[in-house]
């Protein structure tokens, strides 16, 4: 069974940064680049980025660089995504989500990320 | 950036209606890709290529649309169906999501 395992939650404090981790199983972790989506509190989904598992390459939105930072760890199968100068805007339930050709096959269950003092 | 515009955002149906929801692209895309969200769930893949089913989607779904202009509907509407849909496009990135169409029961 394919399975995306996400980090449990987080609240941390303005200006901090975070770490969250995605442990994929079921399947050849190198073969399918993972995705990681933003999803604000009552609103829709956000394209953060992408990473191929298989050499580390990276693709940012535009708009989350500088922002995100995403690496993979071969050994473990998890995919990793770092957030940092935190601020209340940050505060959102982040997914990764495995690519099949054009389309996200399978998600993780959500990190839900609070960025409160 | 290309801009997924749903419609309507929310809307309601009966039980047995026929549901019709829309997704206008602010430039042309080759596919749209829909997915499902239920409350404090994880989307879910429901239709790609424009009109394929996923898996265990039931057949009462179907996808259709070109260029700026895709659709989702449901031939009649069930109570599991109620839920939030997102379009989604892959043809150029940044690869957007709609704003969402939420289908409630009447």
């Known amino acids: 069974e394919i399975q995306l395992q996400q980090s449990g939650p987080e609240l941390v404090k303005p200006g901090a940064s975070v770490k969250v981790s995605c442990k994929a199983s079921?399947?050849?972790?190198?073969?399918?680049?993972m995705y990681w989506v933003k999803q604000s509190h009552g609103k829709s989904l956000e394209w953060i980025g992408y990473?191929?598992?298989?050499?580390?390459?990276?693709s940012y939105n535009q708009k989350f660089k500088g922002k995100a930072t995403l690496t993979v760890d071969k050994s473990s199968s998890t995919a990793f995504m770092h957030l940092n100068s935190l601020t209340s805007e940050d505060s959102a339930v982040y997914y990764c989500?495995?690519?099949?050709?054009?389309?996200?096959?399978?998600w993780g269950q959500g990190t839900t990320l609070t960025v409160s003092s | 950036e290309n801009v997924l515009t749903q419609s309507p955002a929310i809307m309601s149906a009966s039980l047995g209606e026929k549901v019709t929801m829309s997704c206008r692209a602010s430039s042309s895309v080759n596919y749209m890709y829909w997915y499902q969200q239920k409350s404090d769930a994880s989307p879910k893949l429901w239709i790609y290529y424009t009109s394929n089913l996923a898996p265990g989607v039931p057949a009462r779904f179907s996808g259709s649309g070109s260029g700026n202009s895709y659709s989702l509907t449901i031939s009649s509407m069930e109570g599991e169906d109620a839920a939030t849909y997102y379009c989604?496009?892959?043809?150029?990135?940044?690869?957007?999501f709609g704003s969402g169409t939420k289908l409630e029961i009447k």
């Open positions: 989604q496009q892959f043809t150029s990135s940044p690869f957007t």
């Open positions: 990473i191929d598992p298989y050499n580390g390459g990276t």
């Open positions: 989500a495995r690519l099949l050709l054009r389309y996200f096959d399978y």
């Open positions: 079921g399947y050849s972790f190198t073969d399918y680049n």
